[in-house]
């Protein structure tokens, strides 16, 4: 099958679509020039190769070294290895959060899902292996074996936004209440603009959702609701108005410290549209 064609398919365009750095689409399609080389006898090997690399390139990037070295929860495991492959997964996960702050109930959850992602990823090794028996596969079937190299491969990457999701959904309900707190203490100056005076009677936070989770920060953006009373016209015919209108926030807390948010923007984002349809 030609290089064109096998870009065209439906499984090769949406494992691309997981592929974020322009370094990363390139080894693909350097991948897939691989298993066209027809002629080629190791054409298949090489491409399984490539495709295991590239996954592992992904995990490199998205869990550097350097930087796993440096987190709270580091132990040289090996010998042979600075860093091991279940550190790096586990740093996809919860980066420098410590291990205490997490709590031994997620890290079982965590480390669960790191081993799923080792055994599903080891049967690469079926693959790059060369064999006698596998050396003149006929095309028929180094096509369904390239399909399921890009199976495990797309299994791969999708396993590694499940194990940073354990660790996200995890700290949503840990930091909720410091979120709250946070969100219903800022004033929205914006709300200013709509009336004479505008007083904030509270404020309710309804989602709150860990939008990233870095080597320093735990991002954090809320949304909810603010209630207001607005006030026009002067002390002696004054007029009064509740209303209610829709905020977001975004706010970050230190790995070292994750209850002690901080608010990134100056103010709360509230949505006034409706007060002028």
Known sequence: MKLKKLQNLDFMQKFQSLLETEFEHKLFIASLRNYASHGNPLRFHNFAF???????????????????????????????????????????????????????????????????????????????????????????????????????????????????????????????????????????????????????????????ECTKIDHEYIHVTARGTVHVTQEYGPKDDLCTINESYPFSLEMKSHVGNPDDFKIEAEELDVDTSSWYE
């Open 50 to 208: 490539s495709m295991r690399e590239l996954v592992l390139h992904v995990l490199k990037r998205k869990a550097p070294v350097k930087k796993i070295k440096k987190v709270s929860w580091y132990v040289r495991e090996s010998e042979k290895h600075e860093v091991t492959r279940r550190q790096q997964l586990k740093y996809c996960g919860q980066a420098n959060i410590s291990d205490e702050y997490l709590g031994e109930d997620i890290l079982e959850h965590l480390n669960e899902c790191i081993s799923e992602f080792l055994d599903e990823f080891h049967f690469f090794n079926k693959y790059t292996h060369i064999t006698e028996k596998y050396f003149e596969a006929c095309p028929k079937k180094f096509f369904e074996d390239a399909r399921q190299v890009i199976k495990i491969a797309s299994d791969s990457l999708s396993q590694l936004d499940d194990i940073e999701r354990i660790v996200i959904d995890a700290l949503e309900e840990k930091v909720h209440d410091s979120v709250v707190t946070t969100a219903v203490g800022a004033i929205p100056d914006s709300l200013s603009t709509i009336a004479n005076h505008v007083f904030v009677d509270y404020s309710e936070v309804e989602e709150i």
